[in-house]
């Protein structure tokens, strides 16, 4: 498949070891996030969501925060493991607009080393 | 697995040529988006369909369009195919709520190469 890693960010960790990875949004009227996992030659994977009157959402093995001030969204994975090696991606939704459109962050790669 | 499904996974056409790509949405989903992602950068949106309309577009040619059918499955066609239109073509369905953002799950995309 092909690689969606090129020239993007990388997060190295030990297997084990907590990951965050972290995102800056770009509309302060946005509403709705979602963290993605895409994995070489597949479409995204939903991990967690959250909504702005939250600042915080755990889910198995991974919590996403939200900082509406600065507009900065983290995902943390607990005791990383090899299959959580992919890109992953922050995603937003503007509020109140007639279209849920996503729109994506740059990503990050992570790679679990064994 | 999602139950969003697309076909073909591969093709290869010409600079010029017209393309098709299908797209079936999971079960009781009733919108349907379709995103462009280039190698190494997140995903662009290009539109949505809600109930066979168009509900929104993004910063694309009117050379892409698209359909959704009574079963809300979709097709995005792109017309006078461009070398830059080279991607992974990704549809998502998400199970419409009026007003409020919701969750979109995705297919496994199709890789478009354009020569």
């Known amino acids: 498949g092909e690689s969606v890693g090129l020239h993007l960010p990388t997060l190295s960790v030990q297997e084990g070891d907590n990951s965050i990875i972290n995102c800056a949004y770009s509309n302060s009227a946005s509403d709705y996030f979602i963290w993605y996992k895409q994995e070489s030659g597949k479409g995204p994977q939903f991990i967690i969501d959250?909504?702005?009157?939250?600042d915080k959402r755990q889910g198995q093995r991974v919590t996403v925060l939200l900082n509406k001030t600065v507009k900065h969204l983290s995902l943390q994975i607990a005791a990383t493991q090899p299959g959580d090696s992919a890109v992953y991606f922050c995603a937003e939704t503007p509020y109140g607009g007639a279209t849920n459109k996503l729109i994506f962050g740059t990503g990050t790669l992570l790679a679990v080393q064994p | 697995e999602t139950g969003v499904t697309q076909s073909p996974t591969h093709l290869i056409k010409t600079r010029g040529q017209q393309v098709t790509l299908r797209c079936s949405s999971q079960s009781g989903h009733n919108t349907v988006s379709w995103y462009q992602q280039a190698l190494g950068q997140g995903p662009q949106f290009i539109f949505q369909y809600y109930r066979e309309e168009e509900n929104g577009r993004g910063n694309f040619p009117p050379r892409f369009s698209g359909l959704q059918f009574p079963n809300y499955s979709s097709e995005l066609n792109v017309n006078a195919l461009e070398l830059d239109d080279s991607a992974l073509y990704l549809c998502?369905?998400?199970?419409?709520?009026?007003?409020?953002?919701?969750?979109?799950?995705f297919g496994p995309g199709t890789r478009l190469t354009v020569l």
């Open positions: 998502a369905s998400s199970p419409r709520a009026l007003g409020t953002a919701d969750t979109q799950y």
């Open positions: 959250i909504r702005s009157n939250m």
